[in-house]
């Protein structure tokens, strides 16, 4: 038989039982729809936490620890296979003072290697990296947070610096915490560039980037008033960049082997995804309870066709239809159902995650309260395509499943006895 | 055509655990020849339905030989008893035993449908076989809306539309008027006679069985050669 003329076949049966096929594809259909929801809720949340980490962070990026962390380990971690840059930032760690103009503010002073920190991202707004140790860039919130020196500690609003810093000259200052007086040296610095915004709003930068080069200078300042052996100046964290996401677990990995402490967002983007798999597979899992229940319907509703049409079957095997063939058209009539309410359940489940997207976070924002709330970038649902085709497999498969027993029994059907039936 | 050896068969009655053989065919032995009509005779029990149904592969039997042509049909599994039947049978059936969800000409076009054939094929075919049979006007009918001598032709054209050597008709007249069996008859006749078709009917109806070439007569399972009217 033609695959048509079985198509045909099936059509035809179908449109004899409209009613009683139409309640099973419904019944299929909600439980696939159900599937699919439920499921698009872990996949929403795993989107949303995986966002939330990933925001302003470089997913390529190895944090590196290590107590005896010096120029000489970076350079050998530049060598490495699959590390694009290693940024051995280095902050001071005492008392700062920055004035310029006659504003006054208290900056932090970070060195680094610019070449490295530019392979990685680093970008300016305005103006140029350094050339030398005395030329530095700036934060994009440098210049707010410096106060005019006549009011600061005044009751009026302070005055902050409001002309470009490109060009300008600063002096830089540094003390210990527990004195009054800062250290008398002072060091000139030129500004040459100022850092771009950080992606998140509430971020300051308010830092003074530095060129490694300038470390001698305040080491000797601070050895000059510093009679502590242990104390230092400086003290640092250093960024290893692998040259791809794929790389990152393998250069994390050598780290590791080698002694170092080392911390990587895909370490835990890693144990997140691993989370949210069991937790989406624990939510498929209740979502094929749904369809199972609807697959009782699909093998009601077949086993009611085999048993109505027992004595068509009868007369289509004596005439020679093929018990293979008889199996099959049943098959195909219960996968049409299988298909059909797959299909509906697929576009009923994605206006459904459409409307909870948009409806649930004003409800929420409602109930607590929180104008913010909406403002916040929450996903409930979301339906990727492998949930689709995970969910289709399921219920497909379920329906066929359901279909089987009925269509074998369609098979084993005594023709002599069905010939014998009444019409 | 058709060689039978020692046929046997028995039923299985009484409850489980306690039943016990019925013997149906005993031993039968026979030849039909190609181009005859065979009318296998017999009261009811007699065992002539339960025959017909082994020789159509309906059932397998005992014990003994089926030689239809070259092939021996008795030794088929249910695959290939289904693939012969498509091939080289036709049956005409008392209750005609058409699909009351398709028309008359969807009904004939059934068996064309399962060998695979082409539609436009098809069409050509069951058309050719309807103005044969005396059913273009009612084509369209679903069995229901037709009598009981257009139902018998439908099946008739049924039977003929693989163009079967060999038709197996289990009572071909039994649900009709007097008038319309004979209709039927000469409409065997007449195919018989065109087309070079075997013919095995099976009846209880001596009139029926008076129009074949040959008559076998079934009693208790045994099958003798002779006149019928005058026999029974």
Same mark, same amino acid.
């Given at each position: 038989?033609? +695959?048509?003329?079985?198509?045909?076949?099936?059509?035809?049966?179908?449109?004899?039982?409209?009613?009683?096929?139409?309640?099973?594809?419904?019944?299929?259909?909600?439980?696939?729809?159900?599937?699919?929801?439920?499921?698009?809720?872990?996949?929403?949340?795993?989107?949303?936490?995986?966002?939330?980490?990933?925001?302003?962070?470089?997913?390529?990026?190895?944090?590196?620890?290590?107590?005896?962390?010096?120029?000489?380990?970076?350079?050998?971690?530049?060598?490495?296979?699959?590390?694009?840059?290693?940024?051995?930032?280095?902050? @001071?760690?005492?008392?700062?003072?920055?004035?310029?103009?006659?504003?006054?503010?208290?900056?932090?002073?970070?060195?680094?290697?610019?070449?490295?920190?530019?392979? @990685?991202?680093?970008?300016?707004?305005?103006?140029?990296?350094?050339?030398?140790?005395?030329?530095?860039?700036?934060?994009?919130? $440098?210049?707010?947070?410096?106060?005019?020196?006549? !009011?600061?500690?005044?009751?009026?609003?302070?005055?902050?610096?409001?002309?470009?810093?490109?060009?300008?000259?600063?002096?830089?200052?540094?003390?210990?915490?527990?004195?009054?007086?800062?250290?008398?040296?002072?060091?000139?610095?030129?500004?040459?560039?100022?850092?771009?915004?950080?992606?998140?709003?509430?971020?300051?930068?308010?830092?003074?980037?530095? *060129?490694?080069? /300038?470390?001698?200078?305040?080491?000797?300042?601070?050895?000059?008033?510093?009679? *502590?052996?242990?104390?230092?100046?400086?003290?640092?964290? &250093?960024? &290893?960049?692998?040259?791809?996401?794929?790389?990152?677990?393998? &250069?994390?990995?050598?780290?590791? *082997?080698?002694?170092?402490?080392?911390?990587?967002?895909?370490?835990?983007?890693?144990?997140?995804?691993?989370?949210?798999?069991?937790?989406?597979?624990?939510?498929?899992?209740?979502?094929?309870?749904?369809?199972?229940?609807?697959?009782?319907?699909?093998?009601? !509703?077949?086993?009611?066709?085999?048993?109505?049409?027992?004595?068509?079957?009868?007369?289509?095997?004596?005439?020679?239809?093929?018990?293979?063939?008889? #199996?099959?058209?049943?098959?195909?009539?219960?996968?049409?159902?299988?298909?059909?309410?797959?299909? %509906?359940? @697929?576009?009923?489940?994605?206006?459904?995650? +459409?409307?909870?997207?948009?409806?649930?976070? /004003?409800?929420?924002?409602?109930?607590?309260?929180?104008?913010?709330?909406?403002?916040?970038?929450?996903? $409930?649902?979301?339906?990727?395509?492998?949930?689709?085709?995970?969910?289709?497999?399921?219920?497909?498969? &379920?329906?066929?499943?359901?279909?089987?027993?009925?269509?074998?029994?369609?098979?084993?059907?005594?023709? %002599?006895?069905?010939?014998?039936?009444?019409? | 055509? %058709?060689?039978?050896?020692?046929?046997?068969?028995?039923?299985?009655?009484?409850?489980?655990?306690?039943?016990?053989?019925?013997? @149906?065919?005993?031993?039968?032995? +026979?030849?039909?020849?190609?181009?005859?009509?065979?009318? /296998?005779?017999?009261?009811?029990?007699?065992?002539?339905?339960?025959?017909?149904?082994?020789?159509?592969?309906?059932?397998?039997?005992?014990?003994?030989?089926?030689?239809?042509?070259?092939?021996?049909?008795?030794?088929?599994?249910?695959?290939?008893?289904?693939? +012969?039947?498509?091939?080289? $049978?036709?049956?005409?059936?008392?209750?005609?035993?058409?699909?009351?969800?398709?028309?008359?000409?969807?009904?004939?076009?059934?068996?064309?449908?399962?060998?695979?054939?082409?539609?436009?094929?098809?069409?050509?075919?069951? #058309?050719?076989?309807?103005?044969?049979?005396?059913?273009?006007?009612?084509?369209?009918?679903?069995?229901?809306?037709?009598?009981?001598?257009?139902?018998?032709?439908?099946? /008739?054209?049924?039977?003929?539309?693989? *163009?079967?050597?060999?038709? $197996?008709?289990?009572?071909?007249?039994?649900?009709?008027?007097?008038?319309?069996?004979?209709?039927?008859?000469?409409?065997?006749?007449?195919?018989?006679?065109?087309?070079?078709?075997?013919?095995?009917?099976?009846?209880?109806?001596?009139?029926?069985?008076?129009?074949?070439?040959?008559?076998?007569?079934?009693?208790?399972?045994?099958?003798?050669?002779?006149?019928?009217?005058?026999? %029974?």
């Amino acid at each position: 038989m033609q +695959f048509n003329d079985q198509i045909d076949f099936v059509r035809q049966h179908i449109k004899k039982n409209k009613l009683r096929v139409f309640m099973t594809i419904l019944a299929a259909t909600m439980g696939t729809a159900f599937l699919i929801v439920l499921a698009s809720v872990g996949f929403g949340i795993h989107d949303t936490m995986r966002n939330e980490i990933l925001d302003n962070r470089l997913v390529n990026q190895v944090e590196v620890y290590s107590s005896e962390m010096d120029q000489a380990k970076v350079e050998e971690l530049k060598k490495r296979e699959h590390v694009k840059a290693v940024v051995f930032r280095q902050s @001071v760690s005492i008392n700062q003072q920055t004035e310029l103009d006659g504003f006054i503010g208290s900056h932090n002073m970070t060195v680094t290697e610019f070449q490295e920190e530019a392979k @990685v991202g680093f970008a300016l707004q305005e103006g140029r990296l350094p050339e030398n140790k005395h030329e530095v860039v700036v934060g994009s919130h $440098f210049a707010e947070s410096l106060i005019e020196s006549e !009011t600061e500690g005044a009751e009026a609003e302070p005055s902050t610096y409001k002309q470009s810093l490109i060009g300008k000259q600063f002096t830089y200052k540094m003390g210990l915490y527990e004195e009054k007086e800062l250290f008398p040296e002072e060091t000139t610095l030129t500004i040459v560039g100022i850092a771009k915004e950080p992606a998140k709003d509430w971020v300051m930068d308010t830092n003074i980037y530095a *060129d490694a080069a /300038i470390m001698p200078e305040l080491n000797r300042i601070f050895t000059g008033h510093v009679e *502590d052996m242990d104390s230092q100046l400086f003290y640092g964290n &250093v960024n &290893v960049y692998a040259d791809n996401l794929e790389n990152v677990t393998a &250069v994390s990995k050598a780290l590791k *082997d080698e002694g170092y402490s080392v911390y990587s967002i895909a370490d835990q983007l890693e144990q997140l995804d691993v989370f949210f798999l069991a937790f989406k597979a624990g939510l498929v899992f209740v979502g094929t309870i749904a369809i199972l229940i609807a697959s009782i319907g699909i093998f009601n !509703t077949m086993t009611m066709a085999v048993t109505e049409r027992t004595r068509e079957i009868g007369v289509m095997k004596a005439i020679g239809a093929s018990p293979k063939l008889i #199996q099959r058209l049943f098959l195909m009539e219960s996968a049409w159902i299988g298909i059909v309410g797959t299909i %509906i359940a @697929v576009v009923i489940s994605y206006g459904v995650s +459409f409307i909870a997207n948009l409806v649930l976070p /004003i409800i929420v924002s409602t109930a607590l309260g929180e104008e913010e709330f909406t403002s916040l970038d929450i996903t $409930f649902s979301i339906i990727p395509w492998q949930l689709v085709v995970i969910a289709s497999a399921i219920s497909i498969t &379920v329906a066929m499943i359901s279909g089987w027993r009925p269509a074998r029994k369609a098979t084993k059907i005594d023709v %002599i006895q069905a010939l014998r039936q009444e019409l | 055509m %058709i060689q039978v050896q020692e046929l046997t068969h028995s039923f299985k009655i009484g409850k489980k655990g306690k039943e016990r053989q019925v013997p @149906v065919l005993k031993g039968l032995s +026979f030849t039909i020849n190609e181009g005859e009509v065979v009318s /296998i005779v017999g009261r009811s029990g007699s065992g002539k339905s339960t025959l017909l149904h082994i020789l159509a592969g309906f059932l397998k039997p005992d014990a003994g030989i089926i030689q239809i042509g070259n092939v021996r049909t008795s030794a088929f599994s249910e695959m290939e008893s289904a693939k +012969f039947r498509l091939d080289h $049978f036709g049956f005409i059936f008392q209750n005609f035993q058409l699909m009351p969800g398709l028309t008359a000409f969807e009904n004939v076009e059934l068996p064309l449908k399962l060998a695979g054939v082409a539609k436009k094929d098809r069409r050509k075919k069951v #058309q050719q076989l309807l103005q044969l049979v005396g059913l273009t006007e009612v084509q369209d009918h679903y069995p229901n809306e037709l009598s009981g001598g257009q139902q018998q032709r439908v099946s /008739i054209a049924r039977a003929l539309i693989t *163009d079967p050597p060999i038709i $197996f008709a289990d009572e071909p007249t039994g649900s009709l008027d007097s008038e319309t069996e004979q209709d039927i008859l000469l409409l065997i006749q007449s195919l018989n006679k065109t087309r070079g078709i075997t013919f095995v009917i099976i009846t209880h109806d001596d009139t029926v069985a008076e129009t074949a070439d040959r008559i076998y007569r079934m009693h208790d399972g045994e099958l003798t050669e002779g006149g019928v009217h005058h026999a %029974i």
